[in-house]
């Protein structure tokens, strides 16, 4: 039977991200710094569930989203995109506006409260979607869309606004409730549950919200797919109400400047910081490539034989395998080796996988070893870098330098998955893999800097 840790065991022995107990014995190591020490802590416990089912609820959104247009507003023969693209629209301009001035909130905030309402909030926006089109659909309003739809795109927008809320919090509140020798492990399981949450959403999506569909319907209940990633989103407001965060008043920031001064003191702190500067450039690489995977992955599954387009899932399976491997090595091996030697060989392996993807688009089992490989060095740039961001920002700073973590990766996630589709259509899929490559290797550069200028 587990013991789990009390709250006197998670705030002992405050030593550093990548230091570790003198003399340790093999017992003691395996039973405080892998990823079974960071499932025993509770509150991280009550954090990471919290993450996932919130993650998974922002990805099925944007399905149930397009679910909605094609049953209530597409007319036959017409596309769809332009529909799609509005309520892409909409949840990414939150995105864009109010990233880093969340954070700067949430530095002055309690971050339990700031979980919580933002999920509940968030179920709350999605229940009442049935309400909103109950409007009739023919009576038009601005720029003749129908009034109905208006108030999607309103939700939509205002579900946006409280995830940038809710990011920075998550990531802030990582350090409180975790022990500074297993930041590394709990953030393999943070960074591993968002990339995964992150390249096998829009897959799951569909069908989960079929089978709601399905269940509901033997109930005469028709909004099981509503229900379904409102429900996602209260659960996981519901079970972060039972996390202990431990924050302190010296936790937040005491002195309420003007907003902009406080983003731009965010600003100043990456100037100096290039540890934390360079670690953050890193992950907005990491999450381009990514993003533009999620959508170059539906080509290669067409090009593969034996593969229709609608497999692409299984390719995106294969990389969060890929992750969850890298992800356990780095927090067995990560210790022992600096954080910059594990991004630098991650970027070049990333940069390996990816040329050697350009060159399998007709071969199934090679197409799925490049994708499992792609996986495993992604890891070894996404944990550490993250670790390096938590361990060394000071904690009245992390929510304003998340704010702008979150903001950058935003804008990184977005111009990806709105170009890769048009260069993979100008240019072809093995010349856009081949440039994906290139910029995961231009990753090396910074780790490069990072390693020239400190050992870490």
Known sequence: MPVFETDTEE????????????NPSPTHHKANNGIMSVLRNISFLILWLG???????????????IALISANFQTQGESISSWV???????????????????VYVDR??????????????????????????????????????????LLLLVTFSVS?????????????????VRKKDLLAANSLYTTTMMAMLIIGFAVGEPLLEITYNWGENFSFAYGKELLVGGCYLLAGIVLMTMRSREKDKDRQQQENHPWEDIKDG???LQKNHRVRNALFQLVILFSIFAALAVLAVRLAETIPGMEADQFGYLLAATGIGIAIGAVFVTHQGKMIPHARLSFWGSMGMGAALSGLS??????????????????????????????IQAETPSDMRGKVFGLQNNAVNIALSLPLALAGIAETYFGLRIVLMILASLAVSGMALTSLITGKSGN
Not at 123 to 130: E, F, H, Q, R, S
Not at 365 to 388: K, R, S
């Open 11 to 22: 705030k002992s022995e405050p030593v550093s991200a990548n230091s570790s107990p003198a």
């Open 51 to 65: 993450q996932i089912f919130s993650q998974l609820a922002d990805k099925i959104y944007l399905v149930l989203m």
């Open 85 to 103: 693209s509005l309520i892409m629209i909409a949840f990414t301009i939150p995105a864009i506006l109010f990233g880093s001035l969340a954070g």
């Open 109 to 150: 905030w309690s971050k339990k409260s700031v979980l919580v309402v933002s999920n509940l909030g968030r179920g709350i926006l999605v229940l009442i979607l049935p309400f909103c089109l109950l409007i009739n659909k023919q009576e038009m309003g601005f720029f003749s869309l129908p009034w109905s739809f208006w």
């Open 161 to 177: 606004t409280l995830t940038q809320f809710f990011a920075p919090a998550e990531q802030a509140t990582i350090p409180l409730i």
């Open 267 to 269: 600003l100043r702190y």
């Open 359 to 388: 060159v399998a688009t007709n071969n199934l089992i090679l197409a799925l070893l490049m994708t499992v490989i792609l996986g495993i060095f992604a890891a070894l740039v996404g944990v550490p870098m993250q670790t390096t």
